[in-house]
Nanobody, 116 residues
Framework: QVQLVESGGGLVQPGGSLKLSCSAS????????VRWYHRAPGSQRELVAS???????IYGNSVKGRFTITRDNAKKTVELQMTNLRPEDTGVYLC??????????WGQGTQVTVSS
């Protein structure tokens, strides 16, 4: 069964850290591009970070220097290390894995709330 499952969300105080994980099953992630998106309450989703297989990470302007995306093809996992979190980082974080010219997979998302 093809599936992406995110985990690691939760409630954190401003300035805190969280690590999100995305686990793929039912397909291999080699040659894919992996991405994390953020959907703030009442807003469209926006790209947070992207990492092509063998490529260099790309980050949205609002998270540069604070977030780090990594991938492990053997474990079929994608992680997003988030530091120095801000209230505006609150929202649902979605994992996306896609293949150019091919399949496009999405997870259900994990909620991150940054609040004191």
């Amino acid at each position: 069964q093809v599936q992406l499952v995110e985990s690691g969300g939760g409630l954190v105080q401003p300035g805190g850290s969280l690590k999100l994980s995305c686990s793929a099953s039912g397909f291999t992630v080699d040659t894919s591009t992996v991405r994390w998106y953020h959907r703030a309450p009442g807003s469209q989703r926006e790209l947070v970070a992207s990492l092509a297989d063998g490529g260099r990470p790309i980050y949205g302007n609002s998270v540069k220097g604070r977030f780090t995306i990594t991938r492990d093809n053997a474990k079929k996992t994608v992680e997003l290390q988030m530091t120095n979190l801000r209230p505006e980082d609150t929202g649902v974080y979605l994992c996306n894995i896609f293949f150019v010219g091919g399949n496009d997979y999405w997870g259900q998302g994990t909620q991150v709330t940054v609040s004191s």
